[in-house]
């Protein structure tokens, strides 16, 4: 199989722009594993391997970089500069990153959980590897499985208190940082969704709902922003302005995501696929679906 760009939708916005992807949709697998790539000094080189079995989307949340990539006869590059564009790499590919522009976020999305056994780190390991093994074409016909068919309690009586700051893991190196998520490990729930806001204006808000049953989980992987919390009764505001901090939020909160710094990124990975049904855009029909309060 060979790799291919994907066309992300594209959801223009006075207030920023916002792309998606989700599962077994624009991203041809089940996402297993989220990670990205930031703090890349000039000139540095990422990657440099292969995945026996491992799919990936490649993304440039911010800036730009190159893929090259090499199936044992062939090296093609791939630069990669706009939100709404991805790099679908299939396995057996040996691929590096490269020609990092300043302030560049690298997105990758993962077919599956991270395993040493899956990698190939030498080129000619590499080359003895893919004239034994058979390309394979990928097995995406494997269901979702990250959507309970009901919540153990009830989401509208979640309130701020339950929305939690996590810090994730930091893979440190010369040639830039990495922060990874696993499902169910660094996050309560299984990715089936990823979407993330840019070129945000000045002055501008996002969000401005809740949802019923949808758990999501927010990053600024760029700059900053605040993210302002409401239960129905307790308000709270959480500012986020590290690659390495998330911040969990159930469903039945009220969110509104305010005061972007120039250049911030916001990246949301959420437990479900959008379904319109699930939104509650009104707070006035936030407020009737919480529970009255004695």
């Not at 780190?121 to 074409?137: A, T």
């Not at 990250?146 to 010369?174: G, H, M, Q």
């Not at 700059?223 to 500012?239: A, H, M």
Request: charged share 25%.
């Amino acid at each position: 199989m060979r790799e291919r760009i994907i066309d992300f939708p594209k959801i223009e916005d006075r207030r920023g722009n916002l792309s998606f992807a989700e599962a077994l949709d624009q991203i041809p697998f089940n996402i297993a594993r989220v990670y990205w790539i930031y703090d890349v000094p000039g000139g540095q080189v990422r990657g440099s391997h292969a995945f026996k079995s491992q799919e990936e989307v490649i993304i440039a949340l911010s800036g730009s970089f190159d893929v090259v990539l090499d199936n044992g006869t062939q090296v093609r590059r791939h630069t990669l500069n706009r939100s709404y564009k991805g790099l679908y790499v299939p396995s057996k590919m040996w691929r590096s990153l490269e020609n990092f522009s300043t302030n560049s976020v690298c997105l990758i999305i993962t077919s599956e959980p991270f395993d040493e056994d899956d990698y190939i780190r030498n080129y000619r390991d590499f080359k003895r590897y893919i004239k034994q093994e058979p390309l394979s074409e990928g097995n995406n016909t494997v269901l979702l499985k990250n959507r309970p068919s009901k919540e153990p309690f009830n989401p509208a009586n979640n309130t701020v208190y339950d929305c939690n700051l996590i810090e994730l893991p930091v893979i440190r190196n010369r040639a830039g940082n990495i922060t990874p998520i696993h499902n169910s490990e660094n996050i309560p729930f299984d990715i089936a969704r990823v979407f993330y806001i840019y070129d945000i204006p000045s002055g501008q808000t996002r969000g401005g709902h809740a949802h019923k049953y949808c758990h999501q989980f927010l990053i600024a992987v760029s700059g900053s922003f605040d993210v302002e919390l409401d239960d129905g009764v307790n308000k709270r505001i959480v500012t986020l302005n590290r690659p390495m901090m998330g911040l969990y939020l159930p469903p039945g909160i009220w969110a509104v995501e305010k005061n972007f710094s120039s250049g911030a990124v916001s990246l949301v990975l959420t437990s479900h696929i959008y379904e319109s049904e699930d939104y509650i855009r009104k707070y006035s029909d936030f407020k009737n679906y919480k529970p009255d309060v004695d």
